[in-house]
């Protein structure tokens, strides 16, 4: 779901780009200010762990797209929201920068609809009983369907971004009801398999380490084994299962080719 430049006026990437470096700023404030720096070495490894994840697109059956997932809310709930927000800033400044994935007019939005919308929006959504289930300790099964629904509104929120950050912007032809029907029904899945391989990650913390997250705030070290895990579990998916990601267009320009379809006579 990385935006290109060329979808974007320098306008709204400005714009964009000035709320990112905004949240960025209040997010480096606030880690500080916590006295957090035990989250340091997690942070870097969850930063090359989620790089790697996003380099794995699996296809969308019947569709001829592909997905992947963004990392966000994973992020989020294991380093709470600021310190996630600034990981997942850092890979897609790197992934802009080193891999053309994106674009720096584009970086702004894609931190804003990858990042703040994740981290600050779906992200509570786990720890807001009253928006979804009552209890401060739910069953797996609660956790697995809470962190699912987190993070389909999450990819769907960042999916209308897109779509309402390209109209704005005025330059593209697509027209807006076909982009933006597109864009929200190829999401729609990408968005359940990016909650169950979140869940999948989530249920097993609390079990193995009940006292690392509570009520969305970690409240231990992680140990030095967890880290190692995670930076071989980086190693393995960008290093071996990267070789098997779907070469099929992603979601973004899946939606950007059909709906440019549609505007060509039949």
């Not at 790089?51 to 969308?60: C, D, E, K, L």
């Not at 076909?178 to 864009?183: P, V």
């Not at 190693?235 to 320009?253: C, N, Q, Y």
């Amino acid at each position: 779901m990385h935006m290109a430049d060329a979808l974007l006026s320098p306008t709204v990437g400005v714009t964009l780009w000035a709320a990112s470096a905004a949240t960025l700023a209040w997010c480096s404030k606030r880690l500080r200010s916590d006295g957090r720096e035990h989250l340091v070495p997690l942070m870097g490894v969850l930063g090359a762990f989620v790089f790697a994840a996003q380099m794995i697109n699996f296809a969308i059956p019947g569709t001829g797209s592909s997905g992947h997932i963004g990392g966000g809310l994973l992020l989020a709930i294991l380093l709470g929201g600021p310190a996630a927000f600034i990981v997942i800033t850092s890979v897609l400044t790197v992934q802009a920068l080193f891999f053309a994935d994106g674009g720096l007019l584009a970086l702004g939005a894609n931190i804003f609809n990858l990042g703040v919308i994740p981290c600050f929006i779906a992200y509570p959504l786990i720890y807001r009983p009253l928006l979804i289930v009552a209890g401060n300790s739910p069953s797996k099964n609660r956790v697995i369907v809470i962190t699912v629904l987190a993070a389909v509104i999450g990819l769907q929120l960042g999916t209308l971004g897109v779509v309402i950050e390209t109209q704005l912007s005025g330059i593209s032809s697509l027209p807006l009801g076909t982009f933006l029907l597109l864009m929200q029904s190829i999401h729609l899945p990408i968005g359940v398999v990016e909650g169950l391989a979140t869940a999948a990650v989530f249920a097993f913390i609390r079990t193995a380490r009940p006292d690392l997250v509570d009520a969305g705030r970690v409240t231990a070290s992680f140990s030095g084994r967890m880290i190692a895990t995670f930076a071989l579990l980086a190693l393995v998916m960008g290093g071996g299962l990267s070789w098997f990601a779907s070469s099929a267009p992603d979601g973004l320009e899946w939606s950007i080719e059909h709906a440019a379809q549609s505007l060509k006579p039949a």
